[in-house]
C-alpha cells in the first residue's frame, strides 16, 4: 500500500492509501465530497535496517488496528534494577 496525497480546493490536503499504481487522478473529499486532485511529490525512500523497517510496519498497523490486550503482561526482565553486593561487615573492636 501506498499512500497518496490529494488537494480538495475547499478542505485543502488529505492523504488517500491505495495500492501502488492504482490511484485516480482525481478523488473524492472525505469532508465535502467534491473532486480533489492528486498531488505528485518526491517519494519518502530510505534505505533502513529490516529491524528499523519491521519496527516502523508494525508501529504504522497499530494506528489503524491496535493490539487490545485483556490483562496485564508478565515480566520477564530483572526484577526491579541491578542487585547491590552486601555491604562488608563492620570491624569489631
Known amino acids: 500500500m501506498a499512500t497518496y496525497e490529494y488537494l480538495c480546493g475547499r478542505c485543502g490536503p488529505f492523504d488517500v492509501k491505495s495500492a501502488v499504481g492504482k490511484a485516480p487522478a482525481v478523488y473524492d473529499c472525505p469532508v465535502c465530497a467534491r473532486a480533489a486532485r492528486r498531488l505528485y511529490s ?3 525512500l ?3 535496517s529490516r ?7 508494525r508501529e ?6 491496535p493490539a487490545v490486550v485483556s490483562e496485564v503482561p508478565l515480566r520477564t526482565g530483572p526484577e526491579s534494577g ?5 555491604h562488608p561487615p563492620l570491624p569489631r573492636p
Open 46 to 48: 530510505s534505505l533502513t
Open 51 to 57: 529491524a528499523s523497517a519491521a519496527l516502523r510496519e
Open 60 to 65: 504504522e498497523r497499530s494506528r489503524e488496528a
Open 42 to 44: 518526491a517519494p519518502g
Open 82 to 86: 541491578p542487585k547491590r553486593p552486601p
